[in-house]
């Protein structure tokens, strides 16, 4: 298994904090390898939050994406860990993560992960 | 009427037992035969689940659902069999599996399971 | 107009009573005749029931809906009709039945009824 | 802008009056002008209610729909008409009208009234 | 950066004040400048809102949308500026706006705002 | 096996006789009954042909098709009959008729027939 | 039937007549009145053309299409009409008009007229 | 790997001889066995072809496709071999047989097979 | 209207040569003014060409496009010009180019220009 | 940019070398770099083929596809190499390779390459 990349999310000021609104993301193109077989795995992620001070910067988002692409990762473990990396760098009121991984063995899975804020 | 073959659901721990979250699973391709006529019936599986301390291994799932191939089984009582066996083996928060049929008599036929753990 | 056919629908006993579940049943080729003006009316009739104790036995469902064939009826009342039969064959905990008419008059009609059980 | 043709709604009596249902009809030739500019302006009309103790007789809609064709309206005003004027006709317990016009301008505009009676 | 253009929004009567209804409206046409490269956005606008006495002009609708065509601006904040001018505006009930921007790095992004009146 | 209904296919003069052109018709309420077993099928039909001298009248391909609802039918010598009667009624220069039929035994059939005149 | 309104098809020069090339028109809004019943019609147009020394200027097209909405016309004669009004005002090296009229008495008509100029 | 089961493909008399026609047929569920692994593969079989003397009989070709149920057959000689056996039942003028396969290793396979007779 | 912008393609050598093989790009954001009323104009480009020496660089032509965007252009002669601006940077042995652009007075416009190289 | 793995196409007999058929395959899971910028790049290739005394072996076909993961290539060139060892491994009567890449600058792009063998 590939070493672990240096991988950091950028964030900017949420320009109107004042108010709860939903920003939605469609990534579909996240590629990580199998940890049991060392096949790669394919996915779209589906990222919906409400920002509370912290909006996720676009290509920092992109480049956090692209940096499992030489990681190993089972399906459920790799979901929950990116949404508890974009809760960490963004503090969000709410926010919910849905992988769509692509078909292994004749069978399509996808992982749904939320998280509640204050 | 074939013989049942021996049939095992693996599992494995859930990597965020301290989370609700959802796992689905599409299965396209599982089979049975009517146990009326002998003729093969086929069905798409979608399985939607929150786990709790097991989650269903992939591997396993499929060769559980080949192992139906030569077995008679009427649309309901089976769908209800299939979720029974998968709440016995992961003990889940919350199991919801449906069955769709392929047209019968001009009649597409679909089945829906559900069950609510502790 | 012709004479109303014999028509009874027989029914399974539900092999998970213990269970509240659902069936949902696509059945697209229904035919009837316009009373005013005798012609051919065609519909696709979906039904979604949770049973009791008894289900809808498929073979005697497909013949049910044939027995319409020759048989003046009005959108409404049909619908209605049909699904006080299907209710009292099968006095199911919850029953709902939609009919997609095709078009008459440049207009498509849909006629959706329900019935709640015990 | 030419003068409002005469129209009538014709209703019979709802053969289901015990029971709460719903009908939905789908127009999808409707054609008014634009008071401002004269042009033909087009839409599809969704209607969809639960009948008291009358129903919408489905000719006399057609009718009722063809006789806009000449008539200058504005698409907030004209939906919230045809709303009243069905709802006069037919004293429901519940009515929809959802008007989807075509494209104006780069914009497609669509309007959503609703009635709820007794 | 562009300076900003003079932008007004015409309003008209709403011809329905006693009752609360739903308008909607799609406009595919809008963008905008990337205020970090000076590229081009593009998104579809959707709008939809309950009018209180006052309703969006539609050709006006379209000059407003025409009038970001040389301005910088962050997808999360045009949106919510959007929405605060259409509210200023009409001071409706309710009001949501969506904004599909198209693809920039591989992801779709979207952001949704909503605004509720008195 | 029910007696053959009279049937008659009207036609009208070609408004244009001296240019090659094509008429589609897409006719999706055709039912008849299996020889075999008495069981109805269903089917759409799409007509394509270039007139010479005649055309077909819109109604009395409507009666013509309802003609065939009590009528046994294998699906191979049905459409080259509804063929040939179309053919005979209006002489074409061109002409192909298309029945594609509901499932039977999990198979969906589609006849393809086509008639090159002079 | 109403008298038949004046109409003029206004025309531009081809900006590149030394090269083939085709421009696509399609014309969702095209209504006029069945002859016989005075019912209104209502067909998307589809204009196809490769221009010699004029094209169709496109604001003249819509007001010609409007032109028809008080004109009694059977299908097969108003597309082969409308076709020869366009090659009279732009003498095409090649035009074809597809016309996809709504559906009556349950069947959908589609007249498709070529013109193949010098 | 299953010893093969006896097959026989019925045929009846072409009643239309005379004339070059097509009859296509769709069968979403053919099953056989992976020769490797034994693992189950599935495919949707399009069947297409120009009857001489004799046409397939639809529930004999059921039977047949049934039959493969069991078997052990690579894509590539498994839809020659299905031709071959069609092509000697009927001796038609031509006929094509794609077959699609559900994806393996990631990978959709599709394989299509034509004769030309006499 | 707007001065024109300078504007260049660059292009790359073909990696192959010896054989014919075709590129086709899809470019959904176009954007230019309508000449007469300097609205905008909005329009989704196909180009499918055959390389001979050179390739149209991707950057590149993304900024050519945008090149466009304070330009007043007639849908007929703009689509002409671009594909003469390709041909003239690539020399290809065939290029097609196809604006799709939204709609007008209710009318969608293409616009399909082909070059044929040696 | 990486050192290029080793790489090679099994295949195996052709069952059916007497007849010219098809075989197509679509593999959604091709990624490899961009030798500008070392981003990820995506593609769905399409492969469609006639064989003659070789097929390709799927596995090997999986694994090859796989090898590109770390290396650099632009569209045209790699969707060129990429037919070109494909020849080499089958020798094939024809051979068709498309290849759908994802966007980028807003610009999808596809690689279509031909091989016509002996």
């Known amino acids: ?3 672990e990349p240096a991988r950091t999310l950028e964030t900017f000021e949420n320009p109107n904090p004042e108010r709860d ?3 939605r993301m469609e990534i ?3 590629t990580c390898l199998c940890p049991k077989t060392g096949q790669p795995d394919f996915a779209t992620l589906h ?3 409400t920002p509370d001070q912290r909006c996720v910067e676009l290509k920092s988002l992109k480049l956090y994406v692209w940096s499992f692409r030489d990681e190993g990762a089972f399906h459920e473990a790799i ?3 990116i949404l ?3 809760v960490a760098a963004t503090q969000p009121r709410f926010m919910k993560l849905t992988a769509h991984f692509h078909v292994r063995g ?3 899975t996808t992982v749904e992960v ?3 804020g204050r």
Do not use: A
Request: hydrophobic share 30%; proline share 4%.
């Open 28 to 30: 579909p193109e996240f």
């Open 47 to 49: 990222l919906e939050y």
């Open 84 to 86: 508890n990396d974009l």
């Open 1 to 3: 298994m590939s070493t």
């Open 114 to 116: 939320e998280h509640h």
């Open 79 to 81: 979901t929950n860990r």
């Open 106 to 108: 004749g069978i399509w």
């Open 21 to 23: 609104y939903t920003i």
